[in-house]
């Protein structure tokens, strides 16, 4: 059974830090495709960033700059590193894993399985 557990959200200054964590059990986790999305009240899931099983990177426009994804396949752990925050990154935060083992394209729409969420909140 796949699980997807996120932790470190929680409130936050603008301007400050933060790293996500995903732990992932129930699955070979160095052969998957991983990703975070985020959904702020009243606006739809946002790709947010993803990270190969080779290692490949991927990220959202409103974000680029600002985050780094990673992964310890040793751990089963992928995680989000933000910077510089920003009332707009206030959102629930999702991990989330593509399905296919070793998928060799990284495409935001190929994630099928999600985790709980955790919450994120930015104060001005």
């Known amino acids: 059974q796949v699980q997807l557990v996120e932790s470190g959200g929680g409130l936050v200054q603008a301007g400050d830090s933060l790293r996500l964590s995903c732990a992932a059990s129930g699955l070979t986790f160095s052969g998957y495709n991983m990703a975070w999305f985020r959904q702020a009240p009243g606006k739809e899931r946002e790709f947010v960033a993803g990270i190969s099983w080779r290692d490949e990177r991927l990220y959202g426009d409103s974000v680029k700059d600002r985050c780094t994804i990673s992964r310890d396949n040793a751990k089963g752990t992928v995680y989000l590193q933000m910077n510089i925050m920003q009332s707009a990154d206030t959102a629930v935060y999702y991990c989330?894993?593509?399905?296919?083992?070793?998928?060799?394209?990284?495409?935001?729409?190929?994630?099928?399985?999600w985790g709980q969420g955790t919450q994120v909140t930015v104060s001005s």
């Open positions: 989330a894993s593509d399905l296919s083992f070793r998928n060799n394209r990284l495409n935001p729409v190929a994630f099928s399985f």
